[in-house]
């Protein structure tokens, strides 16, 4: 089986980082981290592995690159793949205002 590398940018980290200040405030530190804990491992178990197997994001149609999605309970998870690596772009969820 072919094995990617998950990698998240500065934009998807930020906007991780903007979940975690609002789960704080709304569940507290025990739930935010076990759910940030959680997000990371499905999303780097489920892309290492088989990342073509989620759809392309409606995004994708916009400039033309092949921008697929993972949705992840309230959240997606939007990215691309080139070669051996998965490129998490954005998280969009709803403390991301989006």
Known sequence: MKRYKVE??????????ASIEWGMAEWG?????????????????????????QPLAPESEVDGNE??????????????????VVNILLLRGPSTGR
């Open 29 to 53: 530190a025990d739930a935010t981290f076990k759910w940030a804990r959680e997000l990371r491992t499905m999303t780097i178990k489920l892309l290492g592995s088989f990342p073509e197997s």
């Open 67 to 84: 921008i697929r999605q993972l949705v992840v309970g309230r959240y997606r998870l939007l990215y691309n793949i080139e070669g051996k």
């Open 8 to 17: 998240f940018s500065e934009s998807a980290e930020a906007e991780l980082r």
